[in-house]
């Protein structure tokens, strides 16, 4: 345990990716850590439900970047094979562009590029050339850029580190950059479509995250068995092999601090001794509602300027048939992609014509549903911050129920037996989630790497924050990293 003479008390609030990455690495070292989770069950935004016999992954759903959760069971000297099996999807996904438009992205990436072919002749060989620089981003990204604490710009100047930062392509959007390969609206739907989650249209994006377009293209899209939720448990798993000790129904009410630190954290239950605090949790509540004005780090309006990425309406669904015509992953883009990304980002309000993503989740994976059922879950990205209530949600129900028969051939409303909504009623309730926002901030180039709100507390000397955010972002792999990152930290700090 290095130069410490005692085991220390570390506290992590929030059982979400970040939070039980950064338990796990700090339990590594041999010190008492534990988790306070204001929920009854542990996972945070990924939590599961079950229910009439129908299983749902209630958050993410995408199993991208597998190197990301292979090298964190790895760094922790474990072997994620002993923890989950994952299978990789092929088709990846389907995107259909209407009622007899829709392409299946395999995961074969001749065919792949066999398709781009069909729609513009020489896009084949104009992707390889897309995804090549894409993939120098994702190494030295995902590799290199994202591990770094981004406490300060001096991480960044060096002329190795400019040179990579150069070629991460941070000052172009992806708007510009995709169009300097391709020219089908068609192609460009497919490439833009995860930049839709990302917190803002693509002119605003950074052509950095075109390595996310590698993930997906070069990287695969797979299924943990069991769910996204068999992450989470096997993370949970490997924590308390650390040592790790989870209190669920524990939701952090109030600290106590000691000259210029925190020396208890009270909770509706209990009150517990700490040296160091991280929160996994929402960041704004925690720094707005949790801690006094002077041990704050931003101010109320620093909050009201941050870029938010999407909300969303979900519905958990279930049928007493099997759904045909549909893969595992499904987008809708049959509307406009640009009036939608306009009514999340530039004039948030619900919007008219919505795209929409489903998961058929029991077509992989048929436990997730009774036999001959089907469970279902739709998603439609909105804007933060919206006025949300059950009339709205039932609108929006019978129009992406309406589409979703349409599109795909068949009647299905007549056959929902089990039927849940989620929205940002829930976000703010279930996470204290800011604005009910799903994912965090917006990747724009003024809210990347040191633009992000510090994951240390400039205040308190024993306070840290990890989560989608701060640094290095939204998304699963991200806040796994982000974990490992403020533990590093930590570790450093500490000489533990």
Request: hydrophobic share 35%.
């Amino acid at each position: 345990m290095g130069l410490s003479k005692k085991k220390l008390n570390i506290c992590v609030i929030g059982s979400g990716f970040a939070g039980i990455s950064a338990a796990t690495y700090l339990a590594n070292t041999g010190h008492n850590v534990f988790i306070l989770e204001k929920n009854s069950d542990f996972g945070g935004r990924a939590r599961r439900f079950e229910q009439n016999g129908f299983t749902f992954d209630m958050g993410p759903s995408w199993y991208w970047m597998p190197d990301v959760f292979d090298n964190y069971f790895k760094n922790l000297g474990e072997s994620i094979e002993d923890y989950f099996k994952i299978i990789r999807l092929d088709p990846s996904y389907r995107v259909y562009f209407s009622k007899k438009h829709k392409i299946d992205i395999p995961a074969n990436f001749k065919d792949l590029k066999k398709i781009f072919e069909k729609y513009e002749k020489g896009s084949g060989k104009k992707l390889e050339e897309y995804l090549k620089r894409a993939k120098i981003k994702y190494d030295l990204g995902i590799n290199k850029l994202i591990h770094k604490p981004s406490k300060s710009i001096f991480e960044f100047l060096n002329l190795k580190i400019i040179g990579e930062v150069i070629k991460m392509d941070i000052f172009n959007s992806m708007h510009t950059h995709i169009r300097k390969f391709f020219k089908n609206e068609f192609l460009i739907k497919i490439i833009e479509f995860p930049f839709l989650f990302l917190g803002a249209t693509p002119k605003k994006i950074p052509a950095l995250y075109s390595l996310i377009n590698y993930a997906d293209m070069k990287l695969g899209t797979w299924y943990p068995k069991g769910g996204m939720y068999s992450v989470i448990e096997a993370m949970i798993n490997l924590a308390k092999k650390k040592g790790v000790i989870f209190y669920s129904n524990n939701e952090v009410t109030n600290f106590y601090f000691k000259n210029q630190s925190i020396n208890k954290v009270a909770t509706n239950k209990k009150l517990f001794d700490v040296d160091i605090v991280v929160s996994g949790s929402d960041y704004h509540h925690t720094d707005q509602k949790l801690l006094p004005i002077k041990y704050r780090n931003y101010s109320s309006n620093y909050w009201e300027k941050r870029i938010m990425t999407p909300s969303s309406l979900l519905f958990y669904i279930g049928t007493s048939k099997k759904i045909k015509n549909v893969k595992h992953h499904c987008l809708f883009f049959d509307k406009d992609f640009e009036q939608h990304a306009f009514e999340i980002y530039n004039h948030p309000q619900w919007p008219t014509e919505p795209l929409f993503y489903a998961s058929f989740s029991s077509k992989d994976d048929p436990s997730n549903a009774p036999k001959g059922c089907e469970n279902i879950v739709l998603l439609v990205p909105i804007a933060a911050g919206l006025k949300d209530s059950a009339a709205i949600r039932k609108r929006y129900y019978e129009l992406i129920m309406n589409r979703l028969e349409l599109l795909t051939n068949q009647k299905i409303k007549d056959y929902v037996i089990f039927k849940k909504s989620y929205s940002i009623k829930n976000f703010e309730k279930d996470y204290n989630s800011y604005k009910g926002n799903a994912y965090g901030l917006a990747n724009t180039l003024f809210q990347t790497a040191i633009f992000k709100p510090s994951l240390i507390n400039k205040k308190l000397s024993n306070f840290y924050y990890c989560g989608q955010l701060t640094v290095p972002g939204p998304g699963v792999p991200p806040s796994i990293i982000s974990g490992e990152v403020v533990a590093k930290e930590i570790i450093k700090k500490y000489k533990i």
